[in-house]
């Protein structure tokens, strides 16, 4: 097999994490150990970059600069929410081939891996010799042919770092506390709050995921029956939590207003608070409970500083560097993936864009209980290796004084 020779191109796409620029970082440096890529060129917001041409010379960049971007949040060339249609990965490809890029490396989600299934077609349609490999990256965690993304776990780090902080607040003013955490099919970052219990009475006492059909009934009875035992209730809710007709719960508690849509047509869920304070104000209407309060963690789940899970940034450098080598010295088109080996070690393979691209991957049944309010140990084995080690805290521990 000839050695494929050219320009490699990357592009980051989607929502920002706390990681996305080891992966960035990850393509830049391996691609400096083959010669055969000639320079490395930086679009800037993602696929709209590449149609305009918007470039950035990286392969310019100093080792030190490169290591500093590495460690700060968010993605360094900036993204976009673009959808990759047909016509546009056509645009894309013919920026491509004048240019002379002959690797295209992607960082993203779903659309990310279906923009480089698009523009690997075109390309091999058109004669033109491309390597198109998908870096993956989501806090949802919602990648298929992968045991885990990079940035789920720095970003699950911190729903956890959160709830544990939440209970400590919810214990010395006792009430009920929603906490709406991000996921609009898949719940595990929203079951990455149950990473926060540290005693056997912490919350958070109920965590609701898409992946089970929300019942407001239920869901007041189960509030209530956690209050009336514990005199407060901690709760994690999913943005995606749906009625059974799959129909996303925040249209339903609006009765028919208009809701906001994103630039995919989906109802915004994130940015805005107001599911928690609807089901805040389901459980004041339904119930005696007086001290009701939510919060919408939203973007700071993403890209917050200084919240990182060390194996979350070491796999996500290490997802950036493998994509370079199986494209350059595998000469294969593809999508990067986890397996995870053992308790706990990691391996990379690539699989077939077409395995990945536009397909969502939900939490197995076996890390959610039966209830539907709750997650199992499955999940918390599932997660800790991923999150890491969370802040110590602890309780005053002195017996009580007997009364006269």
């Known amino acids: 097999m000839s050695t494929l020779q050219g320009i490699a191109l990357v592009a980051q796409g989607g929502g920002p994490t706390a990681v996305i620029n080891q992966s960035l970082v990850g393509v830049v440096n391996e691609s400096r150990h083959h010669p055969q890529i000639t320079k490395i060129y930086g679009a800037r917001h993602g696929i709209r970059g590449v149609v305009k041409a918007d470039f950035l010379d990286l392969t310019q960049t100093t080792a030190r600069n490169l290591e500093q971007v590495a460690g700060t949040p968010a993605s360094a060339l900036g993204s976009t929410r673009d959808k990759p249609t047909p016509d546009y990965c ?9 240019y002379g890029v002959r690797y295209f490396f992607y960082i993203g989600g779903n659309d990310s891996s279906d923009t480089c299934r698009l523009v ?51 214990r010395a003013l006792p009430g009920v506390y929603i906490g709406v955490v991000m996921g609009r099919h898949a719940g595990f970052l929203t079951a990455a709050a149950a990473l926060a219990r540290q005693y056997p009475d912490d919350g958070p006492h109920l965590i609701y995921l898409p992946e089970r059909p929300f019942d407001p009934k239920r869901f007041v009875a189960d509030v209530k029956k956690v209050y009336d035992r514990r005199g407060l209730c901690v709760i994690a809710v999913s943005e995606g939590i749906s009625g059974k007709d799959g129909t996303p719960f925040i249209s339903s508690l609006m009765k028919g207003k208009a809701v906001e849509r994103d630039a995919h047509g989906n109802v915004q869920l994130s940015g805005t608070g107001a599911l928690g304070d609807l089901l805040a104000n389901l459980i004041r209407d339904k119930t005696d409970i007086k001290r009701v309060r939510s919060d919408t963690l939203g973007y700071l789940q993403r890209s917050f500083l200084g919240c990182v899970s060390e194996s979350d940034a070491v796999e996500a450098r290490e997802v950036g560097a493998k994509a370079v080598q199986f494209a350059a010295m595998g000469q294969r088109s593809g999508s990067v993936s986890i397996r995870r080996i053992g308790d706990y070690a990691v391996d990379y393979v690539l699989v077939p864009l077409e395995a990945v691209a536009a397909k969502t991957r939900h939490m197995p049944n076996n890390f959610m209980n039966a209830a539907g309010n709750h997650v199992t140990p499955a999940f918390l084995n599932y997660a800790r290796p991923l999150v890491g080690p969370l802040p110590a805290f602890a309780r005053i521990a002195a017996p009580a004084v007997a009364k006269r």
């Open 90 to 98: 056509k645009d894309m490809l013919a920026v491509i081939q004048k």
């Open 120 to 170: 690997n077609a075109y390309a091999t349609a058109a004669g033109y010799d491309l390597r198109a490999v998908h870096v993956p990256k989501t806090i949802d965690n919602d990648l298929m042919e992968t045991d885990h993304c990079p940035g789920f776990g720095s970003a699950a780090k911190f729903v956890a770092q959160a709830f544990a902080g939440v209970n400590m607040d919810n």
